[in-house]
């Protein structure tokens, strides 16, 4: 079967959001305590009290919202209690992947949608909710449609986020820089802070994704989003396509130029020693989804006020379209499909997924919303949402849209590119070939 991932243009339905309105972990596993009276006994559980496992990987104040709603969900359903689990994001995929394998994940849990959630939901695993109340023209179709396989809907998108380069504005200014738009200006700011003993970008590549994102924005700089559309459908250019090569040389060339931290590829995201590099000042730049905000505003608020973004720079020899973004939904929240209690589990899903959860979200946590026409007074979030009306396209990770076997395999490929232990020719065959083996 074809494979075709819709174009995000979301003018219209985020651009309501910006109208209508005048991102990782810390590395620790918390849990709520419960908020019900266990002496109350609920309908649904035939008079006896119910528990309901809930999984999900955000810290701080979107930790917040979401136990608030699962608060007002026990308030709502007297009797019934949410064992509700955090769990960092550096974590979570592989102890997702040992509880479906052993029979007993959580009743609702939290993906990106795209390939990671529809491996379990091909295997039978998560609640198909189509034949539900879910009012699912509350959400934004694009976010929606990385949740829908074979159009049934696996999971609804609280989140929306994009991809973007985080700047310290206090240090730019000081050293007289601006926000580059070009890569000839890009390696002028590395130079430039080079030459005064700050480390021009923070990477935390432990885990591999991080650094993915250099790869992605390479290559939709270059060949534009049809390029890997092209090599995912298997329709003539292939992930040795020239343009895949020359982005290995782009992140090979920043490696030289010494644009990251030292021991970058060890360095994990969750632990936070990468975002202290930035807090502290010994940092300039990173690259990461809008979630950063929501770490700034967990550890360090007063940097807040300091910090800023700009667009991945457009290339000299680059095709792509300039306005196009990188970006991912998150948090999808999920059911699993043999849950003792599916229609409490689809109810707690309809207020994780809620307008008054979404305003909470955009409100409160610096993140756009995966729902239509929130309004929010958040000044970032107004920006986010300029920035992705603007957007001839939004590309979702490779590692949320590739089947495992590739996703992985492109993650290890960038992590040897930006260690170079692998040429850029090389890694660009050994995608090739695994695809051809996955995808044909």
């Known amino acids: 079967m074809k494979r075709k991932f819709p174009i995000l243009i979301l003018f219209t339905l985020i651009l309501s959001i910006f109208l209508t309105a005048c991102g990782g972990g810390s590395g620790q ?4 305590e419960p908020t019900n009276d266990d002496s109350n006994t609920n309908s649904s559980g035939n008079g006896s009290n119910v528990e309901l496992d809930f999984w999900y990987i955000d810290p701080g104040e979107k930790e917040q919202v979401y136990l608030e709603a699962v608060a007002r969900f026990e308030e709502n359903n007297p009797g019934v209690t949410v064992n509700s689990l955090r769990i960092p994001n550096d974590d979570y995929k592989q102890r997702m992947v040992v509880a479906m394998s052993g029979g007993n994940p959580p009743d609702a849990f939290v993906s990106w949608g795209g390939s990671w959630l529809q491996e379990f939901a091909d295997a039978g695993q998560v ?5 539900t109340d879910i009012d699912f023209d509350l959400y934004l179709e694009t976010a929606l449609n990385n949740a829908t396989f074979d159009e049934k809907i696996y999971g609804l998108p609280l989140g929306i986020s994009q991809t973007l380069f985080w700047y310290n504005k206090e240090l730019f200014a000081e050293h007289g820089l601006e926000a580059p738009e070009t890569y000839e200006e890009l390696l002028h700011v590395i130079d430039v802070l080079n030459e005064n003993n700050i480390i021009p970008i923070t990477l935390a590549n432990q885990t591999k994704w991080p650094g993915a994102y250099y790869l992605m924005y390479f290559a939709d700089r270059l060949g534009g989003e049809e390029l890997f559309l092209s090599a995912y459908n298997r329709e003539g250019k292939g992930f040795d396509d020239a343009a895949y090569v020359r982005a290995g040389e782009y992140i090979q060339e920043l490696v030289d130029r010494n644009a990251f931290n030292p021991g970058f590829n060890g360095v994990p995201y969750d632990a936070g020693q990468g975002r202290q590099l930035m807090y502290s000042g010994q940092s300039a730049m990173m690259l990461m989804s809008t979630a950063f905000i929501n770490n700034i505003r967990q550890e360090a608020p007063d940097f807040e006020e300091k910090v800023d973004f700009f667009p991945f720079p457009t290339l000299p020899d680059g095709n792509g379209d300039p306005t196009n973004l990188g970006g991912a939904t998150s948090p999808v929240w999920s059911a699993y499909s043999q849950t003792e209690h599916p229609e409490l589990v689809i109810e707690l899903l309809k207020e994780l997924g809620s307008v008054e959860t979404a305003t909470e979200y955009e409100n409160r946590t610096g993140a756009t919303s995966g729902l239509k026409n ?3 007074d ?5 920006k986010f949402a300029e920035v992705a ?14 089947p495992p076997a590739l996703a992985e395999l492109h993650k290890d490929t960038t992590q040897e590119l930006l260690g170079k232990t692998m040429t850029p020719e090389e890694a660009a065959e050994k995608m090739e070939q695994k695809a051809k083996e996955v995808l044909e």
């Open 378 to 382: 958040d000044v970032f979030v107004q």
């Open 389 to 402: 009306a603007n957007a001839n396209d939004i590309h979702m990770p490779y590692d949320q849209t590739l």
């Open 374 to 376: 929130i309004e929010t």
């Open 127 to 131: 609640l198909e909710l189509n034949d």
């Open 29 to 32: 596993e918390s849990s709520s």
